[in-house]
């Protein structure tokens, strides 16, 4: 059965350096998506992305952030200069079509010390 | 603003009980989704279920079904035949069909099954 992979599971990074979340979303799907969830706090939506380019993003998705899909296969989210608060799970998501449901990878673990 | 809540932070029953989770949401939106995810202690996020907004009939997945009631905007998940490894997070979660395409998550109801 397809999935949405993820990497690495557990990121632990300093505070102040870069860190790339990488992301294979579903072969066929279009639409792509990060969520992230602080421990113990609600899922929060960050960007959505649909023909290679941002569709929409909340407040939380600041100039910090990009996301990139540099390959055809591949969907990142870069967080630069990470800050203590940036720890989280962080989620990616894809559907095919715009009325399907989200299918999420497993996520990727974020500690920033 | 579309929000969602769950009103309920943690609940516990006895394996092969039912239970009932609750949800209730906010929004002015005529056409929409909602969703039940499961968030084992993996932290994966599953899918339990999804009810489209324009249909009257409740969805059901095996044990899990929803009661549906758009007019008091609320969307309960029914547990029958409780399991040991449906003890998860359940989150609710709403999306609009037209204005975006981001989840609306509520903060979740901690479900114990107890042997």
């Known amino acids: 059965e397809p999935e949405v992979t993820q990497t690495p599971s557990h990121q632990v990074t300093q505070m102040g350096q870069e860190v790339i979340l990488r992301c294979v979303p579903i072969?066929?799907?279009?639409?792509f998506y990060w969520y992230r969830q602080i421990l113990g706090q609600k899922v929060e939506f960050l960007v959505s992305f649909y023909n290679n380019e941002i569709s929409e993003k909340s407040e939380i998705f600041d100039d910090q952030f990009s996301v990139e899909r540099p390959d055809g296969s591949n969907f990142t989210l870069k967080i630069r200069s990470t800050k203590l608060e940036d720890s989280a799970m962080y989620f990616c998501?894809?559907?095919?079509?715009?009325?399907?449901?989200?299918?999420f990878g497993q996520g990727t673990r974020l500690t920033v010390v | 603003a579309q929000t969602v809540t769950q009103s309920q932070p943690e609940m516990s029953v006895q394996e092969a009980e039912t239970v009932t989770l609750s949800c209730t949401y906010d929004?002015?939106?005529?056409?929409?989704?909602l969703f039940w995810y499961k968030q084992p202690p993996s932290r994966q996020m599953i899918l339990v279920i999804r009810?489209?907004?324009?249909k009257q009939q409740n969805a059901t997945e095996n044990r899990f079904s929803v009661n549906f009631q758009k007019a008091a905007k609320s969307f309960s998940l029914k547990i029958s035949d409780s399991q040991l490894g449906d003890t998860a997070m359940y989150f609710c979660?709403?999306?609009?069909?037209?204005?975006?395409?981001?989840?609306?998550w509520g903060a979740g109801t901690k479900l114990i099954i107890k042997p």
């Open positions: 929004t002015s939106e005529s056409n929409y989704y």
């Open positions: 009810q489209e907004a324009y």
């Open positions: 998501a894809s559907n095919q079509g715009r009325y399907t449901e989200a299918f």
């Open positions: 072969s066929n799907h279009l639409y």
């Open positions: 979660a709403f999306r609009a069909m037209d204005s975006n395409y981001q989840l609306i």
